[in-house]
């Protein structure tokens, strides 16, 4: 779980890095597809991983809009000031965790009822679907995304045989 939960982080940060170059037009620019455009997307990302981690803690959600957070400054702030909750829940994540209820209410009143290991793979995942989006995005702006591979990142080390 760690380990793909850092991967995101990591390719987070060169999503940061790859948005200094870009006009901030373009970073704000509404796009078909996704969470509006690039900016926004980044934003949403970090908005949904923080709001899940909290729920799944029974913590209030976050309540913020992407008005107050619309430059590349201001969403690294954010993910900087909200991350160490996120990261110090990962850490601690234990497969005793995996088949934790998460009781979740619906608009039609009923409630779903979904294992935390679950809810853990669902913020993964949310995140790489929204990087393949940028991936899009940044062809569209004339650069090379990202490159999204996980082979390279030093997220495992390899045990060497003797």
Known sequence: MQIMFRYNWLVREEWYRWCEDVPEEELLRIRTGGVRGILHTLFHIIDVEWSWIRSLQGKLDFQESFESYSSLEKVRNLD?????EVQAFVHSWDVGMETCPFYDPQ?????????????MRHIIAHEIHHIGQLSVWAREVGKNPV?????????????LLR
């Open 80 to 84: 900087a000031a909200l991350r160490p």
């Open 107 to 119: 608009p039609d009143g009923k409630v779903a009822v979904d294992a935390w290991g679950e809810v």
């Open 147 to 159: 490159s999204a591979n996980v082979i390279g990142k030093d997220l495992i080390k390899p045990q």
